[in-house]
Structure formats: C-alpha cells, structure tokens
C-alpha cells in the first residue's frame, strides 16, 4: 500500500523521512522527491527585485541574497506492507506537516 502526503517546506518532509526511517521503514520503500517552481527563487532573488531595503549599496549579498526561498512541493512516499502499517505512516507524516492531495490531514 502507497501512502502519499504534500509537504510545502523540505526541512519539514526531511524530518518526516527520517522518522519512518526510525519508525522501521526500508530506506527503499520511502522516497522524497521535490517539484521545484520553474520561475526559480521567490525571495532573495535579485531578478524578482526584493531586495531589502536600505541595504548596502555595494551589493551585500548577506542582507539580499542569503536566504533564497523557492516555491515548490515536496511528495514524501512511504510503501506500507499493511493498514496499521500505513496508518502509522500516515501519522508520522501529518505529525510533521504532512496533508494529502486534497490538502487536508488523512
């Protein structure tokens, strides 16, 4: 049984993927994979013009660029032998922010 769940922050999914690797998941039945926004960073992107204001005018790239943000979704997969098994998935998941494709938890 595949169980699915929409992560909008990869620290969050990284943290849920290795706590099914706690939990007794197979590295090989988990997966995380990332959809990046083609239009690249949404903040912190010198093309998209939201630098901070009154920085530096030299082009300080710590007050600017450092923290770039991108848009995207991060799928997290796990493959459960049963329904407990599934379950238990499905919460660890939800714990660290996970939803389904309806965009709600379970």
Known sequence: MQVLR???QFDAAEKARH???????EPDSVELVTRADEAGGVQGNFVAGN?????????NYEANFKNVSYGGIHLLSAFAASADAAGHA???????????MDGGAT
Do not use: N, P, T, V
Not at 51 to 59: R, V
């Open 90 to 100: 499905i919460a660890i998941m939800e714990q660290f922010g996970g939803h389904d």
């Open 19 to 25: 706590a099914l690797l706690e939990a007794g998941f």
């Open 51 to 59: 630098a901070k204001q009154g920085a530096a005018a030299d082009g």
């Open 6 to 8: 929409i992560f909008s």
